[in-house]
């Protein structure tokens, strides 16, 4: 069975950091893409940053600057770190998992608070 464990959410004031990583167990076949999401209460899931097995990395306007993510393909952890945070980056966020076979999984999900 496999799962994804996220941790490293937390209160923090506005301008901080906070490091996010999400490790994975199981047997999930080779990671096409890791990414994190992000979802707050009555609004849909969105997209903030995403990492393919090759490295190449995308961001979502609203952070580009400010979130860094990066993996491990060793042990098959992605990390978000997030720089300069604001307090509409509040929501929790969530770590998806792509294999090579297209099949996806996420986590359970870790909240991040910043406070004004």
């Known amino acids: 069975q496999v799962q994804l464990v996220e941790s490293g959410g937390g209160l923090v004031q506005a301008g901080g950091s906070l490091k996010l990583s999400c490790s994975t167990s199981g047997s999930i076949s080779s990671i096409r893409q890791m990414a994190w999401y992000r979802q707050n209460p009555g609004e849909q899931r969105e997209l903030v940053a995403s990492?393919?097995?090759?490295?190449?990395?995308s961001y979502a306007d609203s952070v580009l600057g400010r979130f860094t993510i990066s993996r491990d393909n060793a042990k098959n952890t992605v990390y978000l770190q997030m720089n300069n945070l604001k307090p509409e980056d509040t929501a929790v966020y969530y770590c998806?998992?792509?294999?090579?076979?297209?099949?996806?999984?996420w986590g359970q999900g870790t909240q991040v608070s910043v406070s004004s």
């Open positions: 998806k998992v792509i294999n090579i076979w297209f099949n996806d999984y």
């Open positions: 990492i393919t097995s090759g490295g190449r990395t």
